[in-house]
């Protein structure tokens, strides 16, 4: 089978499927490269519609710094796609094309890669490892079939990988565990496995044990088949495209022939415990003789097993030291699933329709919004309708591409199973449903409705036939973004509408005192990069206010107000008395609530209730102590009156007026976010790092040892986190890593909430 690398047929291909001639210099690239293809348009068609079964959409997920760049780079390399191999460390790779990525080596917006290898299409969803952008792993993992998860095999499971691993686990994904970095000094294969177990609580099924340790890594022996694959340190090009593979030899080292029988028994027996299928064989044909079992059998009970999620195939390497990458995609291609083996009812119901899912947009300077879409069924078209269900709209799409990082190839149609890129929709945000025509959407609900009428069961609603959306956080900072003008307000206001449509967890809004426009964030650092974006992608200059913390509000105990509201308008005179009850009420976590008294509920009419909860959420939004939502509050309305001729407006401000009387007279509490903290860090720095976090407010929850680091679990408000990974590099001279995330909104102390409202008022 021959590896196509798709750049390079670019030019042909699009001749081809347009029923042209080639060009002069596409004859020439078909020529020298591709000539075997030349009279077979049908496999070019084949190379960009794979059959179903040869698809894998992937993602890769890891704590940051774990080599999930380095790892995408190697595989590109080796599938023929990239043509020299990208580092990290000299910001040259492909994943990472966004110019800050670039300059920060890290990964931050989901770039997908698609390429081929062997005889299977991979579609390559690289998310993000940073905490501030989570949302965008949640977004690739929506659509994803399966994933790989990249650890450090010096520091096993790290926090990020934790999160996003519950990601995984809540979206059914089946993994597959890459141990990068083996050859470091500090790798260890136990403890990375046990970090597993424990921290993941998965069932890791180790399918290699590498050969030497620390920089004498050379290799590995792959338990399924007993061959011993070699990388040649010594070949002229060392990037390890070149490597041996052969069966172990009685002749080998005891010490290795000894650890490979035991391994691969207990993988073995693992797996028999794992699959009913594979006991019965094993018991049936082989019994004790773990030898004679065949490799193709264990191969397909470890795929099964992966498949159900009863366990995770672990393999190791060193993507660095280009060593164990092509291994790992064998391993994605043996053991993780292919679209149709993923269970989802829409395919069901959509038959052969198209049905797909917008996953991501992306604004690009020249050819607008572009929007990446998963097709779960049917066929998309170039220069097709499209209905969207969402925004129950028909769009129409221009162009159909396949994503290769920051380059996109044209194609006319793509099939199920496939990610794709889509020119020309402009209604469509992240997590809309993209149907053919609305016919075919009633044509499902009548096919969904059969189905649940067979089965006797309640009535499916319409709406379950949109594919779920993602679930969007609640920003935790702020700051005022101002235009370097009055003229250039309308262009900043068309950036902002761009990149939240790109990113919903960014949020924008106007405060009403100021009227000021407010960005609503996840970190520090995601503020900075729309920042910057503004500045590189827009062209406008902004200036941003100080950031500041999202804090919230509540109350501690119950308390009643009542308030009447009498005003004359023109020639109308508004009447309106209410009376109600606000109560602490903690069990409800972020939330709040509203309950009528049930003789009040009798008395009002739909317009009046609706002007009553309006006035009631508008007070929840600007809480009495510092203006910031409410949360943890029920409110109890007891009476409303009112004359003829009042207006709804003037019920919801007399409730509003009403409300915040009661919040006031319950005793304000501001609420902070708090968040979990991970630091990793040598011995030497650990008492400074903890003199700095006790200066922070920070609580020590416990400190690890890992191999030769410790890892310091602690919570700290976010307010005092302000630029820490400045003090914490000059701290440790570069030597630690941290991680943050949310944990909870915790009650200020009375002494630090004084502190921070007269810091608010100015006054200190
Ligand atoms: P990401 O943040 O997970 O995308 O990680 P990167 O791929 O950017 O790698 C982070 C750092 O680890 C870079 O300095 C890489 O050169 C280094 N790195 C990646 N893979 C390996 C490896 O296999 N061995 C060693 N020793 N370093 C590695």
Redesign the pocket.
Known sequence: MHVVTIPVLRGCIRHLLNGSSLTCRCRIAWKRNYSFFRDDVKSVKAVLNPDISKIRNIGIM??????????TERMLYYSGYTRALG???DGDTVTDYMAQERER???IQSAAVTFDWKDHRINLIDTP?HVDFTLEVERALRVLDGAVA?FDASAGVQAQTLTVWRQAQKHKIPCVCFL?????PAASLKYSIDSIKTKLKANPVLLQIPIGSGKGFTGLVDLITKQKIMWLENSLASDGRDFEMRALQPSEDPELLQSVSEARGALIEQVADLDDEFAELLLGDYGENFDAVPAGKLQEAVRRVTLARKGVPVLC?????NKGVQTLLDAITAYLPAPNERHHDLVRWYKDDLCALAFKVIHDKQRGPLVFVRIYSGTMKAQSAVYNINRNGTERMSRLLLPFADQHIEIPSLSAGNIALTVGLKQTVTGDTIVSSKASAAAAVKRAENEAEDNRSSHRESSSLVLAGVEVPEPVFFCSIEPPSMAKQADLEHALSCLQREDPSLKVRTDPDSGQMILCGMGELHIEIIHDRIKREFNIETHLGPLQVAYRETILQSASASDTLDRTLGDKRHVVTVELTVHSWTESGTSCDITFEDKVKAQLSSDIREAVEHGVQSAYFQGPVMGCPVQGVQTVIQHVSWESGTSSAMVSACVSRCMLKALRLAGGQVLEPVMELEVTLGEENLSSVLGDLAQRRGTVREIQTQQENKVLLATVPLAEMMGYSTVLRTLTSGNATFSLELSSYEPMNLQDQNTLLNKMAGLA
């Open positions: 890891a704590h940051i710094d774990a080599g999930k760049t380095t790892t580092d990290v460390d080596g890290i990964t490892g990249v990068n970095k083996m050859d470091k390497g060193s993507s660095l030291k």
